[in-house]
């Protein structure tokens, strides 16, 4: 007798009424509205608005010439950029209670193989787009705003607007977290079949061509931030190959494990 579980199974006991699942979704939108604000009241009392956008702004100051500052061109501007940042800033750190929120709303409509792929895509999508936003913190805003403050002639001086800083920041913020995602999204063309190995070996040469012509379409006009961005994309493209051959070999579903298992 196979001591793999049948798919009937898995996913015993997990039916449930359509009403209930709308009640279930309200409940874990509630709470994690609940876990933003919360984080939200915590940021605004320490380390504060003011202070969160002063760290924000830190790697630009760090460049501009010495007692140049940034500028609000907007009556409401000084208030409403520190309220946004806040508001964002409270989203990334909710986001573990947000994204487990989702992952128990949807794991009772899984097979326990899929749960078995889907709990670490989860973590790992969260923990990539972290590195990748802090990859464009630390290290790309210091060299692109070292290369741009490096053409300027002197007889400009600079004074850059802080809501044009803001969008620019969230621009580049979401192009370097959603470039670290590479990976997830190889994994997952791999294990739902769409794509096979072999095929994502062979489109290697194409995805460079393709990363390089993101990151100039993404990233400011120059050649440092986007190398930073094209060539972290091609390595972890490779990384997302190697994941793929490792979870297709982990999370098969029973019929698949006993028609591969010799007799």
Same mark, same amino acid.
Do not use: N
């Given at each position: 007798?196979?001591?793999?579980?049948?798919?009937?199974?898995?996913?015993?006991?997990?039916?449930?009424?359509?009403?209930?699942?709308?009640?279930?979704?309200?409940?874990?939108?509630?709470?994690?509205?609940?876990?933003?604000?919360?984080?939200?009241?915590?940021?605004?009392?320490?380390?504060?608005?003011?202070?969160?956008?002063?760290?924000?702004?830190?790697?630009?100051?760090?460049?501009?010439?010495?007692?140049?500052?940034?500028?609000?061109?907007?009556?409401?501007?000084?208030?409403?950029?520190?309220?946004?940042?806040?508001?964002?800033?409270?989203?990334?750190?909710?986001?573990?209670?947000?994204?487990?929120?989702?992952?128990?709303?949807?794991?009772?409509? =899984?097979?326990?193989?899929?749960?078995?792929? #889907?709990? +670490?895509?989860? %973590?790992? &999508?969260? /923990?990539?787009?972290? @590195?990748?936003?802090?990859?464009?913190?630390?290290?790309?805003?210091?060299?692109?705003?070292?290369?741009?403050?490096?053409?300027?002639?002197?007889?400009?001086?600079?004074?850059?607007?802080?809501?044009?800083?803001?969008?620019?920041?969230?621009?580049?913020?979401?192009?370097?977290?959603?470039?670290?995602?590479?990976?997830?999204?190889?994994?997952?063309?791999?294990?739902?079949?769409?794509?096979?190995?072999?095929?994502?070996?062979?489109?290697?040469?194409?995805?460079?061509? =393709?990363?390089?012509?993101?990151?100039?379409? #993404?990233? +400011?006009?120059? %050649?440092? &931030?986007? /190398?930073?961005?094209? @060539?972290?994309?091609?390595?972890?493209?490779?990384?997302?190959?190697?994941?793929?051959?490792?979870?297709?070999?982990?999370?098969?579903?029973?019929?698949?494990?006993?028609?591969?298992?010799?007799?």
């Amino acid at each position: 007798m196979s001591d793999q579980p049948s798919k009937d199974e898995e996913l015993a006991g997990t039916e449930q009424p359509f009403v209930e699942h709308l009640v279930e979704l309200r409940d874990r939108l509630v709470k994690a509205l609940i876990a933003v604000g919360v984080a939200a009241a915590l940021l605004f009392f320490f380390p504060g608005p003011g202070a969160l956008y002063d760290l924000l702004a830190a790697p630009l100051v760090a460049h501009l010439p010495k007692g140049a500052t940034l500028i609000a061109t907007s009556v409401i501007s000084p208030f409403m950029v520190p309220l946004k940042i806040l508001l964002v800033s409270a989203f990334l750190l909710a986001l573990p209670v947000v994204l487990w929120q989702v992952w128990a709303f949807i794991a009772p409509g =899984l097979y326990a193989h899929e749960k078995r792929l #889907v709990l +670490p895509l989860v %973590v790992s &999508s969260t /923990l990539l787009f972290f @590195v990748g936003v802090g990859f464009c913190y630390f290290f790309v805003f210091g060299q692109v705003f070292s290369f741009i403050q490096s053409f300027a002639p002197k007889s400009i001086t600079a004074a850059p607007d802080i809501e044009a800083y803001l969008s620019f920041v969230l621009t580049m913020f979401i192009a370097f977290g959603l470039a670290f995602e590479v990976p997830i999204v190889v994994i997952v063309l791999a294990r739902l079949g769409l794509v096979s190995v072999e095929k994502l070996k062979a489109f290697r040469g194409y995805f460079v061509v =393709l990363a390089f012509i993101i990151a100039a379409v #993404v990233t +400011p006009p120059d %050649v440092v &931030s986007q /190398l930073a961005l094209a @060539v972290p994309m091609c390595l972890l493209y490779e990384l997302g190959i190697w994941a793929a051959q490792v979870f297709i070999r982990h999370t098969r579903a029973p019929d698949d494990v006993q028609e591969t298992t010799p007799r």
